[in-house]
């Protein structure tokens, strides 16, 4: 999930291996197994295309939000109003 979350909204398609990599699992299954139990467990929504290694975020639980999310949302909010 903070991997989606660093991600601008619209960039939010994340391949298995920046996955397997950020979450330190051994291969796609797991990847795959990781992805489908957030999924159930409703942290996240999306679509798991597994012929090609991806997963597309749609929507993620909010959180509360720490300092460090709290920047990444500040600049956001700076960008989209053009400040």
Do not use: Y
């Amino acid at each position: 999930m903070e991997l989606a979350f660093q991600k601008p909204q619209n960039e939010r398609n994340l391949s298995f291996g920046e996955i397997q990599i950020h979450c330190r699992l051994a291969d796609h299954t797991e990847v795959e197994r990781a992805v489908m139990r957030a999924m159930s467990l409703g942290l996240m929504r999306g679509k798991m295309d597994q012929v090609d290694g991806t997963f597309s975020v749609n929507w993620i639980r909010p959180r509360v939000l720490d300092k460090g999310r709290l920047e990444i949302l500040k600049s956001r909010i700076d960008q989209w109003g053009g400040g």
